[in-house]
Structures are given as structure tokens and as C-alpha cells.
């Protein structure tokens, strides 16, 4: 009986396995399927996925762990548990909301342990005590400590929190930290007596204890109408930080570049239109917006400082490009509304190096991209039954790349049920838990077996793309898998 089911599952996915009219290098699936609101996805370099979803209640942080291919409520509490972040390492931070206090935890993997990292009073610190983390398992935030916003961190080496700004007439605002315990952040003063308004940005070395103040800009008070505390500059791993700020010139944003290694300041922008929203990786290299009168997403090489137009919205088919993120592979991913009548919502899209391609999967809302260093991307689906959804998109690994995490086979822990993933919406279907569990403990048990889904992981993600958007294949794929599922569901 084992070989006939074999056989017949050999011989049907096979003649799947060879579409012609295959496009997107990303293999994409549904990592959430529930009625409630999934939002705030973030993901580490091992594909797994931490998000903020609402179980009815209030928000819990639940993960998608690559490896074992499954979905698992992190929190369960009365409280609101909010902005998780995932490093490389599996830690994860977030923010507890009980709505009287606000905490800051971590979750540090290695330890299998939660610790408790700062707990500050709601009223003083609305908004505030959002974690940043790097691999180290470091965190930095900023905290009103009574009148002024001052900036923290928390050394997970030693388990010691350090002020690192005590201004009573200052705020400092949204801290980035990166995996050489480097960090900067954005600082505001507004001097009634001078009648002056000063901005900064200021990095900071942790092991020396060395504070710079990179760039500095001095207004007249009230010169700018905007809210300081959403300006946010990034740190990369050699020290460069990026961020966007008024022209005094032209009174529009541009782009402003410390590089560490020449130590000096580049506006890496002049124009009339605003470029706002940078994202940088540890290559130094660099994405922003360019807000005009179609918006497009600009890339800046480090190395030869030079910029490109990655988007070109104009002369393609999709509108303003934002949520622009990069990754240390040189993948950029973004949102943007794709070009037609009918349909104006937000769709998530990946450059490659050399072109652009569309990773969506329905004509809903998609947005919130967030990317890995490898380029694999994660994002959030306003799905028809008015809730939010988790999607994600890898790109399948080459088999003995050297790197230990093959695509499929039970090796390298790759997902590898993609055409009864495609076909039933979510590997959490039950059909496709049955699927993988014969696969597992069948098929991988002898040497024609594990040929076999070596072969299925080299075609099998064309197979699932080609039928993802096909709902009448799909209709015809889950009835032939339907005597197959009966035949094995009580046996694995």
C-alpha cells in the first residue's frame, strides 16, 4: 500500500512540477489564517517571524518558527503586548502594556527565559518603551524620565541598564542600535532665550563611552512645523548612519549620510522634492523615497556612491513606492499601489539588482513589507474578511551552497509542501500537515523516497506559483489529493 501511494504521488506531482509560465523567483506563503488582526510582522535571517496579533482580546506576540514549519502563540495575558523585534539568534524583545505600566521583556532563546527588562509608569512614557535589538541581544529606547524624553541601554552581556542622557531641557528620541554596540539617535532644544531651535543627530560608542554629535542644524524657534520624534535615523554594522531632515535651502527633506570610515557628513540629496524614509544595511548601502509627483525608491551604492532610480514609477506599472527596506543581500523591497482603475490598493514588491517583481498575492491591501538579510520578505494582507494576515516569500536555496539550510528535504528545515500549500491557502491546513507528516516519516525513510523530494524541491515552487492564482486548478489539484489524504490521514 506504501508504494502505491507513492507511486501515485510521484507520478501527479511530477507532471505538476513542469510549468512553463513561471516569473517570480519567490516562493510565497500564507503564514496566518485566523479572524483577527495580524500586523507588525518582523523576521530574522532564519526566515522565523514574530508579529503583534489580536486574539479577540488585546495583542499577543505569537511566531512562525521556519524550522519546524508552525505557528505558536508567544504571549497569552491581559495585556497588550506590542512592537516585538527577532534577532538572528532567536531573542525576542516587545513592548507590555497593562494600562498602568509599560514594560520592556526579552526572550532570550539560549536561556529559554524571559526576562523583565525595564518597567516605567504609562503616564510618563505615552508612546514610548519600543524596543530596538541587535544579534547581541542588546535593546535601547527612549523613556520620559519626568519632563524630557532621555535615552537607555540595556547590556545583555552584563545585564546592566545604562542612561545614556540624563537632559532635563532636551529630548532624544528614537535610539538604533547595531551589533558593535554602536548607536545613534535624534536629539531636539528648543532655547526660549536665544530664540534658537537646535537638532542633532548623535552617535554613540559603547564600549569607549564616546558620544559625537555627527551633524548638527540650528533654527530660528518654530522655523519647522513638524513632529520631531518621528525622525529616525539607522545605524549600520561599520558605524554609517542615515537619515532625512530639512533643507534650509529649498525647505524640503533631503538625505543626510555620515559615513563613519571617512568620517565626515554627505547630503546624499538636492532637489525640490522630498526624500524621506531611509533604510540602510550592513554594506553601508542605502534606500529611501523620493516624494514626488509619482514618488519612486533611490539606491545608494556605498562603495561607488553612486544613486539609482530602482522603481521608475513612472514607466511602470505601479504608483507610489514607499516602505522601502534593504537587505545586507541587496534586495530592496517596497509597497506600492499597482497602476489600474479598478484597484487602488497597496501591493509589496522586490528588486533583485537588475528588475522588479511583484510577490503579492491577491488584489487586497498589502503593505508593511519588512525584508531579512538574505531577501526573503514578510508582510501584512488586509484580507476579503476585513482582518489582517501574515505572508511570507523566500527565495529557495540552491542545494550544497554550503551554507547547511537546503531547501526541504527534512536537512535544512525549508517548508516543502509548496503545491499543497499553494492550493489550500496556509501550510497549517490540516491536508497539508498530513502531506508533510507522509513525507516525513515515509518518503524520507528510504533512499527513492528522499530522491524523490529532492526532485519535488527543485520544481515543486515553479508548480506552486504557476497554481497559486489559479482557482479552478486549485479546485482540481485538492480533489485528486483528496483519495490520497483519506488513504494516509489515520497512518501518519
Given at each position: 500500500?506504501k ?9 501527479f506531482?511530477?507532471?505538476l ?8 523567483p519567490?516562493?510565497v ?14 523576521i ?8 503583534q ?12 518558527e521556519?524550522l519546524?514549519d ?5 504571549t ?7 512592537h ?5 539568534n ?11 505600566d509599560?514594560t ?18 504609562r ?7 519600543v ?5 547581541n541581544?542588546d ?7 519626568g519632563?524630557?524624553y532621555?535615552?537607555f ?11 545614556l ?5 532636551v ?11 554602536e ?6 532644544f528648543s532655547d526660549?532665550?536665544t ?6 543627530i ?6 569607549l563611552?564616546y558620544a559625537q ?13 513638524m513632529?520631531?520624534?518621528r525622525?529616525?535615523p539607522?545605524?549600520c554594522?561599520n558605524?554609517?548612519?542615515i537619515?532625512n531632515?530639512y533643507?534650509?535651502g529649498?525647505l524640503d527633506h533631503?538625505?543626510f549620510y ?6 565626515e557628513?554627505?547630503?546624499l540629496?538636492?532637489n ?13 548601502d ?12 533611490i ?7 553612486e ?9 511602470h ?13 541587496g534586495?530592496?523591497t ?7 482603475i479598478?484597484?487602488?490598493?497597496n501591493?509589496?514588491y522586490?528588486?533583485?539588482?537588475s528588475?522588479?517583481t511583484?510577490?503579492s498575492?491577491?488584489d487586497?491591501?498589502?503593505y508593511?513589507?519588512?525584508i ?21 516569500a ?7 551552497d554550503?551554507d547547511?539550510?537546503?531547501n526541504?528535504?527534512?536537512e ?6 509548496f ?7 496556509t ?5 497539508v500537515?498530513?502531506l508533510r507528516n507522509?513525507r516525513d516519516?515515509h518518503?524520507?525513510t ?14 515543486g515552487p515553479k ?8 482557482e ?7 480533489l ?13
Amino acid at each position: 500500500m506504501k508504494k502505491l501511494i507513492s507511486a501515485i504521488m510521484l507520478g501527479f506531482l511530477i507532471i505538476l512540477a513542469f510549468p512553463q509560465n513561471y516569473t517570480s523567483p519567490y516562493t510565497v506563503i500564507r503564514v496566518t489564517d485566523n479572524e483577527y488582526a495580524d500586523k507588525e510582522p518582523q523576521i530574522n535571517d532564519s526566515n522565523d517571524v514574530v508579529w503583534q496579533g489580536d486574539d479577540g482580546n488585546d495583542f499577543e506576540i505569537y511566531m512562525y518558527e521556519w524550522l519546524i514549519d508552525w505557528v505558536w502563540q508567544f504571549t497569552d495575558n491581559s495585556s497588550d503586548d506590542k512592537h516585538p523585534k527577532i534577532n538572528n539568534n532567536g531573542d525576542i524583545a516587545w513592548q507590555q502594556d497593562d494600562g498602568t505600566d509599560m514594560t520592556i521583556l526579552l526572550y532570550e532563546k539560549a536561556e529559554d527565559t524571559i526576562w523583565e527588562i525595564v518597567t516605567s509608569d504609562r503616564d510618563n512614557s505615552w508612546n514610548t518603551l519600543v524596543p530596538f535589538m541587535n544579534n547581541n541581544g542588546d535593546i535601547v529606547w527612549h523613556e520620559n524620565t519626568g519632563n524630557r524624553y532621555n535615552i537607555f541601554f540595556y547590556d545583555n552581556s552584563t545585564g546592566n541598564i545604562l542612561q545614556l542622557t540624563s537632559d532635563v531641557a532636551v529630548d532624544n528620541y528614537n535610539p538604533k542600535i547595531n551589533d558593535n554596540r554602536e548607536i545613534a539617535w535624534f536629539r531636539y532644544f528648543s532655547d526660549a532665550e536665544t530664540g534658537r531651535d537646535r537638532y542633532s543627530i548623535v552617535y554613540y560608542d559603547t564600549t569607549l563611552g564616546y558620544a559625537q554629535y555627527i551633524w548638527t542644524l540650528e533654527t530660528i524657534i518654530g522655523a519647522f512645523a513638524m513632529n520631531v520624534e518621528r525622525h529616525e535615523p539607522q545605524i549600520c554594522n561599520n558605524g554609517s548612519v542615515i537619515w532625512n531632515f530639512y533643507d534650509l535651502g529649498l525647505l524640503d527633506h533631503e538625505i543626510f549620510y555620515f559615513d563613519r570610515q571617512a568620517g565626515e557628513v554627505l547630503q546624499l540629496t538636492d532637489n525640490s522634492d522630498y526624500d524621506v524614509g531611509p533604510d540602510i544595511n550592513s554594506n553601508g548601502d542605502a534606500v529611501w523615497r523620493l516624494q514626488a509627483e509619482y514618488n519612486d525608491i533611490i539606491l545608494y551604492t556605498h562603495s561607488t556612491g553612486e544613486t539609482l532610480n530602482i522603481s521608475d514609477a513612472e514607466n511602470h506599472a505601479y504608483w507610489g513606492p514607499t516602505m522601502c527596506r534593504i537587505s545586507d543581500s541587496g534586495h530592496v523591497t517596497f509597497q506600492a499601489v499597482e497602476a489600474r482603475i479598478v484597484n487602488w490598493n497597496n501591493e509589496v514588491y522586490v528588486w533583485d539588482g537588475s528588475e522588479v517583481t511583484n510577490i503579492s498575492q491577491s488584489d487586497n491591501n498589502e503593505y508593511y513589507p519588512m525584508i531579512n538579510g538574505l531577501g526573503n520578505v514578510v508582510w501584512t494582507v488586509d484580507t476579503d474578511t476585513e482582518d489582517d494576515e501574515i505572508y511570507l516569500a523566500y527565495l529557495p536555496e540552491e542545494e550544497g551552497d554550503g551554507d547547511g539550510d537546503e531547501n526541504g528535504n527534512g536537512e535544512g528545515g525549508f517548508p516543502d509542501c509548496f503545491i499543497a500549500t499553494a492550493c489550500y491557502g496556509t501550510p497549517m491546513a490540516e491536508e497539508v500537515k498530513i502531506l508533510r507528516n507522509f513525507r516525513d516519516q515515509h518518503l524520507m525513510t528510504d533512499p527513492v523516497g528522499k530522491a524523490f523530494v529532492r526532485v519535488y524541491n527543485k520544481y515543486g515552487p515553479k508548480a506552486a506559483d504557476f497554481i497559486r492564482d489559479n482557482e479552478p486548478l486549485k479546485k482540481i489539484i485538492r480533489l485528486c489529493l483528496k483519495p490520497i489524504i483519506w488513504l494516509i490521514r489515520d497512518r501518519y
